[in-house]
């Protein structure tokens, strides 16, 4: 098991396996994926940059329609989840002032 971990093989293995089950969470095929890597320049569909954490982008869904959006690096993706469930309150409190 070693021997696999250090070349690196046994990593890039399972990140295709991670991406494999990613996809077919959303209904995506591999090609529809690599789609949406090229047309967003292989960069988060809402800061424009390259995800720095080194992981693979997210694939951003609506979480009532299932409908895919687009990739987002991780912080992004964190941010839009905390926004989707606070929106109304805020839009709610900022409306008051």
């Not at 696999?4 to 995506?28: I, S, T």
């Not at 954490?53 to 912080?75: E, F, I, S, Y």
């Amino acid at each position: 098991m070693r021997e696999r971990r250090a070349d690196g093989r046994y990593a890039e293995q399972q990140k295709g396996y991670r991406l494999a089950h990613r996809l077919r969470q959303f209904g995506l095929t591999p090609a529809e994926h690599a789609a949406l890597v090229e047309a967003q320049g292989g960069t988060c569909a809402m800061c424009h940059q390259a995800c720095t954490t080194g992981r693979q982008l997210a694939v951003d869904h609506d979480h009532r329609t299932g409908r895919v959006r687009g990739l987002l690096c991780n912080p992004c993706n964190r941010a839009l989840g905390t926004y989707e469930r606070v929106r109304e309150a805020a839009e709610a409190y900022l409306a008051e002032r």
